[in-house]
């Protein structure tokens, strides 16, 4: 009985270091540009799009390329393998998700697009939209 | 307003339904059960009669309710304005409140005649009581002045409502979340049965009654997660129905250990073991549902997922973390306090023993469970010890989860070979020898299409075992005891599923594609060919693809459209349905393309930009129209002049062929190099005098009097880029949930029946 109980917990052990093992192999840290060319890992990467450099969607081999500002400023280029991510233009900031391939490519597979939320309501929303047509009863 | 009065009610409703049964089985008194029946009615009448306000006052337009005004307009049709009722947060308590009300009912009536009912629906009672409390802290009545004091007048009824969440709007909105939260309220039931147990101090027999109840909650929150992953796949374009999404990991976590509990009590039954397991599982059923709740309606995964999660203010975070220390604390204490008393039974050590293999597959269950609440919570558990927010990639799912699958997905055939108590080796051996040998085969054509992977192939000759073993069964029981087949059936839909799960991850194939209109493009057998888009409602584009293969053409139609609701680009893919596979073209974007005309004599020039012909390389560098030499004494003449840079063997050379432009009649001036090789026409021009660089100009060359061929004019077409998938046998996965599906409702419909007091001894027995 005892030896059963050891062996079964032994197994239990074994299966939860795999699991933690997993988990901080496939953990994608935010961090920053620096960081990220320094390690070469896959992590997520939050800032803004320079606008000023503009952007190009290179249609024939489906990427999206923009140059991206860190938290810190650091500009890099930012290859997104995909076409231009939703909302890129109003977004108020965006991650990145990826690795450097090179000194000056960061690859990316994934580019979020953080929004100003309209979700929830607001009172000015809801004056402006219909001020003009809006009606008071009692 | 009248609603949140009636939310009120039926709150004192379900405390009175409290206290009154706290009463009745404290002190065993029959008059006290009357009244806490009342209390429980009227809580449900209230919740009804709320409801039915609410879906008055979102039928009618009623935008002065700021519920209304957020999540529904006057352009909705009236199936989705219905379902607005659920599209935000305070109706979907309500809704939720509401079915857990019902099914309430059904359990008050289950539970009468088997002597549980004092201790069970007291427990329920707390349940229907917090998402009351919920309730009143998000009241779904209140006005919009209420709910922007000092900024909008009192009386404001605002013209139109704020719409539904496009990416919301289709048909599934209107069934899934119902059947979600049936599947809520049922894993409610299931908690309430553990606890009730412990109440009653009674550690076995409980059990019994519970088991359609477990199987009911199986059954609803498993159809409520395949619709979601369904309507993923269908209609939001995922590409496929599970992502490891926060949103479904959450509600598949409480969906895994209420089938876990399922098996281990059926265990129970059999062998009297697993008694503190069933209790700790049917515990956790309901805190899990609660931690789903809590994940994606706290707002706390907002950093990490790309679902839009709604802050709901800190006055609802700290309910719903309440309610899982609650109900988790008030579970888990009373089991530590009876631990003791309770019978120990050890498990039957024989490994060749049906309860063994359930043992075992149970375990397997609870680890996936483990695996993907820890995966999920990566974000929580991260900034609790980094301090730094992070989330796992999607592989720790399919890294953590695919071993425990292979085990349960063998575990589900080999178990239904196996005897209760213990089996002869021999017998096993016997029975395997079909669905070994058919598994083998299966799996061998399987990896020579394509299978590397080792844990792809044991999964795959898991899949087909469990199949093979149980329509084995089916056919066996099936013949013998109809009503017993439940089991069998089901776990034929689990095969069906895992090979579903393998065929569509392993066999998938996908491309992106550009689509430039009118023109074919191979890709994935099919011939698809963009022809242009279409207004398909309102603002929506539909993008019209033909998708020709073997001769015969279908029409695509998937749909693109920027939505004002919540400014982002919403896209829906667009399905052929065939039988062994499914064609799915999904829209990523429309872009625009400066195309080479047809291949021919001419050849055009973009602004600054070198060509190469032959030997020579030429830049078109710009018109020259304001040089004096151009511009003859006649006034109604013009020159303009091309200038070229032409290069060869190293050398530039300027050759400026000229158009002449005399009364509105054009007169050609060709220009050679300077060796006469070369020969420039010009056949017409495109100046861009907002963008000088997209000028262009179309020259016919000749050297030594032949043409040199080249291509027309280039012309700007759109061009349509999609993400073509083949998803082969998904099928499987549609097919193999219904089987499960109908092996449930077989199970549930038995196990209830057992249940029924005259076909068991004595309920009430202490």
Request: proline content about 4%; hydrophobic content about 45%.
């Amino acid at each position: 009985m005892n030896a059963k109980a050891i062996v079964a917990g032994v197994i239990i052990v074994i299966f939860l270091i795999f699991g933690a093992w997993s988990f901080l192999e496939s953990n994608v840290e935010y961090t920053n540009f620096q960081d990220a060319y320094e390690t070469g890992r896959t992590v997520q990467v939050e800032g803004t799009w320079v606008e000023e450099k503009g952007d190009e969607y290179n249609a024939d081999r489906n990427e999206f390329i923009f140059y991206m500002a860190d938290k810190n400023g650091q500009v890099v280029r930012v290859v997104l393998e995909g076409p231009r991510p939703n909302n890129f233009e109003i977004a108020t900031s965006v991650v990145a998700r990826g690795q450097f391939v090179s000194e000056d490519e960061f690859r990316s597979t994934n580019v979020l697009t953080k929004c100003p939320s309209k979700y929830e309501g607001t009172a000015e929303e809801m004056m402006g939209a219909s001020s003009s047509d809006g009606q008071y009863y009692e | 307003m009248i609603g949140s009065y009636i939310i009120n009610i039926a709150f004192l409703g379900i405390i009175v339904s409290l206290v009154a049964y706290y009463i009745s089985f404290r002190n065993n008194n029959e008059k006290f059960l009357t009244y806490a029946r009342i209390g429980y009615h009227t809580s449900v009448v209230g919740l009804m009669v709320a409801s039915a306000i609410l879906m008055y006052l979102i039928l009618t337009h009623q935008f002065q309710y700021t519920y209304v005004w957020s999540y529904s307009s006057m352009a909705l049709p009236t199936g989705l304005l219905a379902a607005s009722f659920w599209a935000g947060q305070e109706g979907s308590f309500l809704i939720w409140a509401l079915i857990a009300g019902f099914v309430g009912v059904f359990l008050m009536s289950y539970s009468s005649n088997k002597g549980y009912e004092g201790q069970l629906m007291f427990v329920y009672s707390m349940i229907v009581g917090v998402l009351l409390l919920m309730l009143i802290v998000k009241d779904p009545f209140l006005r919009v002045w209420e709910s922007f004091p000092g900024q909008v007048e009192k009386g404001f009824m605002p013209a139109d409502g704020r719409g539904m969440n496009p990416l919301l709007q289709n048909y599934w909105m209107v069934i899934h979340p119902p059947v979600l939260f049936v599947g809520f309220a049922a894993m409610g039931a299931t908690y309430a049965f553990a606890v009730a147990a412990l109440l009653k101090k009674d550690y076995t027999h409980w059990v019994r009654p519970a088991t359609p109840w477990f199987a009911f909650g199986v059954l609803s929150l498993g159809l409520g997660i395949m619709l979601g992953g369904y309507w993923a796949y269908e209609t939001l374009g995922w590409g496929g129905y599970w992502a490891w999404d926060p949103v479904e990991n959450s509600s598949l976590v409480p969906w895994l250990i209420g089938l876990a509990a399922l098996h281990t009590m059926l265990a129970q039954r059999r062998s009297g073991a697993f008694v503190r397991t069933n209790l700790v599982l049917g515990i956790f059923t309901f805190v899990l549902v609660l931690y789903s709740t809590f994940l994606t309606r706290s707002g706390v995964l907002g950093a990490t997922s790309v679902h839009s999660f709604v802050e709901p203010g800190w006055m609802a975070y700290i309910l719903l973390l309440s309610f899982i220390i609650f109900f988790g604390g008030f579970g888990l204490l009373l089991l530590f306090l009876r631990m003791r008393e309770m019978p120990s039974v050890p498990i039957e050590y024989n490994y060749m023993s049906r309860e063994f293999a359930l043992f075992l597959g149970a375990a397997a269950l609870i680890f996936i469970a483990l695996f993907t609440i820890v995966g999920t919570s990566s974000p929580i558990i991260t900034n609790l010890i980094k301090g730094q927010v992070s989330a796992v990639d999607i592989s720790f799912y399919e890294q953590t989860t695919t071993p425990f699958g292979i085990a349960v997905a063998f575990l589900a055939g080999f178990a239904q070979i196996l005897w209760w108590k213990s089996s002869k080796a021999r017998n096993i051996l016997r029975n395997m020898i079909p669905g070994l040998f058919i598994s083998a085969i299966a799996t061998g054509v399987m990896i020579v299409i394509g299978l590397t992977s080792i844990m792809m192939i044991l999964l795959t000759f898991a899949a087909w075992f469990v199949l093979v073993v149980n329509v084995q069964m089916a056919v066996k029981i099936g013949k013998n005891n109809p009503r017993f087949v439940g089991g069998a059936v089901a776990h034929i839909g689990v095969g069906l599923l895992f090979l579903g799960f393998i065929t569509t991850a392993m066999y998938d194939k996908q491309q992106t594609i550009q689509l430039v209109e009118g023109e074919p493009v191979e890709a994935l057998g099919y011939t698809l060919t963009y022809t242009g888009y279409s207004p398909a409602g309102h603002e929506r584009w539909a993008f019209n693809v033909t998708a020709e293969r073997e001769g015969r053409t279908i029409n695509l139609a998937p749909v693109m459209y920027q939505s004002d609701f919540n400014n982002s680009l919403i896209r829906n893919p667009d399905i052929v349905n065939r039988l062994t596979f499914d064609f799915y073209l999904a829209p990523l974007g429309l872009d625009s393309k400066e195309v080479d005309g047809i291949a021919g004599s001419t050849h055009t020039l973009q602004r600054g930009r070198e060509k190469n012909i032959e030997d020579y390389t030429i830049t078109f560098v710009g018109f020259d129209m304001d040089s004096d030499q151009h511009v003859m004494g006649s006034s109604n003449e013009m020159v303009i002049g091309v200038d070229l840079d032409v290069s060869y063997n190293g050398e530039i050379e300027r050759v400026v062929p000229e158009i002449v432009n005399r009364a509105g009649e054009m007169d050609f001036r060709p220009a050679m190099t300077s060796d006469a090789s070369l020969e420039f026409n010009v056949v017409s021009i495109r100046p861009d005098q907002d963008n000088p660089d997209r000028s262009s100009v179309t020259l016919d060359i000749r050297k030594g009097g032949t043409q040199l061929t080249g291509t027309g004019p280039a012309k700007t077409q759109d061009v349509l880029i999609v993400e073509a998938s083949i998803q082969p046998y998904i099928n499987l996965v549609w097919v193999g949930t219904i089987l499960a599906s109908i092996g449930l409702l077989i199970t549930i419909i038995r196990r209830a029946n057992e249940a029924r007091p005259k076909n068991v001894e004595s309920w009430s027995a202490q």
